[in-house]
């Protein structure tokens, strides 16, 4: 019984180890071809991300590189009957997603989608609310896409990084210390 037990125990290890192995390789491949690696903006920030969008029952949020999700089911609880979209390229990130979509869809009848794609190739135009945690160049190269495909309106909050030819509505300065994440939230009407 006992050598019996001590094999389930290494087999199930051994599983364990395989497992996370693979996330490892994943998540490391994801970082290497990723122009932006996955990061998730802090949890304290939230909140923060939530007031600057503003959305309401009508809206339509994307969230550009969504990550795990961690934003689009934030948003999901305070207004549940919004559309949420992330866009994601990378697999470690969507994997996470999905597996966190299928738990909580489980327990709530929840309008959260996600398209594995580069957001580049994805038309906006029905978005009225447009959250993004980039890198500048990346913010700047969206913006021809944004004139081009937005429809007049569409609010943007960006956490951390801003266009540099194109005026914000408000900045807010989170206040936070000088190594944490996010310190600071764009907002833009277009
Ligand atoms: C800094 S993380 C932000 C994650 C999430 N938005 C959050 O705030 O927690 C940026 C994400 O954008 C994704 N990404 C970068 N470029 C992309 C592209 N062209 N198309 C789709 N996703 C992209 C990355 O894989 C990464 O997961």
Redesign the pocket.
Known sequence: MITFLFSLFTWIAFLVLLIVFFLLLLWMW?SIK????????PTKTLKDIEKALNINEDSVVY??????G??LFYLYKNNPKAKYIG????QF?LLVFNVRNWFFKRKNKSNISIIG????DVNLSDATHI?T??YPN?MDDLLAKFDKELKRGTRLVS?SFHFTTKREVEVLDLKRGKWELAREIYVYEF
Do not use: M, Q
């Not at 969230?63 to 795990?68: A, N, P």
């Not at 866009?87 to 990378?90: C, G």
């Not at 794609?117 to 580049?120: P, V, W």
């Open positions: 994801s990723a122009k932006v690696p996955f990061i998730g903006v969230d550009l590189g969504c990550g795990d961690r934003v866009i994601e390229n990378s990130p794609k580069d957001f580049f959250f945690y980039l990346v956490a």
